[in-house]
C-alpha cells in the first residue's frame, strides 16, 4: 500500500461509524484502531504493478472459468476497530455481488474471507511486512503478497500444512512466483517487479487472435476449394 499519513483527528470511530465515513472526496481511509488514516494516491510503478496482478489474475479466473474476481479498493476488517485496503483483493464472485449491493464501504467484515490479499510496497514497508501481515494472520488469510519493488524481492505468506500462523517465501528476480491458493497460476518475478502496460498486452494478445482468425478462414477455403466441408474436419 502507497505511504500513509497522520491519522485525520484523535477522534476515534468504531467500525460501524467507519463504515458510513465521508471524509475528503476521492481519498480511501483505512481505519486502525479506531483512527482514520487517508492513503494518498500511488505512485507510477506502484500503479502499474497492481493493474498488472490484477489483469493477470481476472484472465487466470476467466481461462480456467473460476468463481472468483480480483479487485481494488477494497476493505477488510481484520481487528474489532482496523480495517485494511489491499492494494488487491481476491474472494469469491458471489461474495463480491454481495459486497456491489452494499449501500455503505466495500468492507469484507470478520466472516468474509478473502482467498488472496497482496500489497505492494512504499515507503511505509514496515506496515506491509510486520504490522498489516501480523493482522492478515490474525484474520486467517490464507494466502498474502509482499511486492517489492525497491528490494527487487516478493515474498508468500501462507499457511503451512498443519500449522495456523505464517511462514513465508522470498522470490527473488529469475525465479518464478507460484500462487498457493491456485497452483497452476505461475508468473516470473521479473514481470510482476517491472511489468508491461496492460494495455499493450490485450493489444498483443488480441493481435494474436486475429491471426489465429485469419488462419482458419484460410485453411477453410482451401478445404473448401479442394470440396471438403471444412466443419466435416
Not at 85 to 113: A, G, H
Not at 201 to 227: S, Y
Request: aromatic share 10%.
Amino acid at each position: 500500500m502507497v505511504q500513509s499519513v497522520a491519522p485525520v483527528s484523535s477522534k476515534t470511530l468504531t467500525f460501524e461509524e467507519y463504515l458510513v465515513y465521508e471524509g475528503e472526496p476521492d481519498v480511501l481511509y483505512e481505519l486502525f484502531r479506531g483512527h482514520l488514516i487517508p492513503m494518498p494516491a500511488p505512485r507510477s510503478k506502484h500503479a502499474r504493478i497492481c493493474l498488472f496482478l490484477v489483469y493477470q489474475l481476472q484472465r487466470y479466473f476467466a481461462l480456467k472459468n473460476l468463481p472468483f474476481v480480483a479487485v481494488t479498493t477494497v476493505g477488510v476488517r481484520t481487528e474489532e476497530a482496523s480495517s485494511r485496503i489491499p492494494d488487491v483483493v481476491v474472494c469469491s464472485q458471489s461474495l463480491w455481488e454481495q459486497i456491489c449491493d452494499r449501500p455503505s464501504s466495500s468492507v469484507l467484515d470478520f466472516e468474509e474471507t478473502p482467498r488472496l490479499v497482496i500489497e505492494v510496497t512504499s515507503d511505509n514497508w514496515r506496515d506491509d511486512y510486520i504490522r498489516k501481515r501480523a493482522e492478515y494472520d490474525f484474520r486467517d488469510i490464507p494466502e498474502y503478497w509482499i511486492v517489492d519493488a525497491n528490494k527487487s524481492r516478493i515474498r508468500i505468506c501462507s499457511y503451512p500444512e498443519n500449522e495456523n500462523t505464517y511462514e513465508h517465501k522470498d522470490l527473488l528476480p529469475g525465479e518464478q512466483m507460484q500462487c498457493v491458493q491456485f497452483a497452476d497460476l505461475v508468473l516470473p518475478v521479473d514481470l510482476v517487479l517491472s511489468p508491461p502496460i496492460v494495455e499493450d498486452l490485450i493489444r498483443a494478445e488480441e493481435a494474436k487472435r486475429q491471426q489465429l482468425e485469419e488462419r482458419a478462414q484460410r485453411l477453410a477455403q482451401k478445404l473448401q476449394e479442394m470440396g471438403i466441408d471444412p466443419n466435416s474436419v
